[in-house]
């Protein structure tokens, strides 16, 4: 995969997120995705659960404007993100 090709993928998604790289496009993208997955950035009590973030997160991509291969690859980091979530929350 190339991180950094999936990470100006997943900038196109979110208009006003710059996400700098601070390590690497790898740790920037799954930093982010966790991120997203987890509604860090939005007030605590209006956070949605990791499974309704994962869902608008899915429809979100599938609905870009991004390549298939993008769609798929950005999809597959978001399941396994939300699987690391979710084994960690057990």
């Known amino acids: ?5 999936l990470l100006e993928a997943y900038r196109m998604l979110w208009t006003n997120r710059t996400l700098p790289v601070k390590k690497d496009e790898y740790t920037t993208l799954i930093s982010s995705i966790e991120k997203e997955m987890k509604d860090e950035m939005t007030h605590p009590r209006l956070r949605k659960t990791s499974t309704e973030k994962f869902h608008s997160s899915v429809t979100r991509i599938i609905s870009s404007s991004l390549n298939n291969k993008q769609k798929v690859q950005l999809i597959e980091l978001h399941i396994s993100v939300i699987e690391r979530i979710r084994n960690f929350e057990q």
């Open 1 to 5: 995969m190339d991180y950094r090709d």
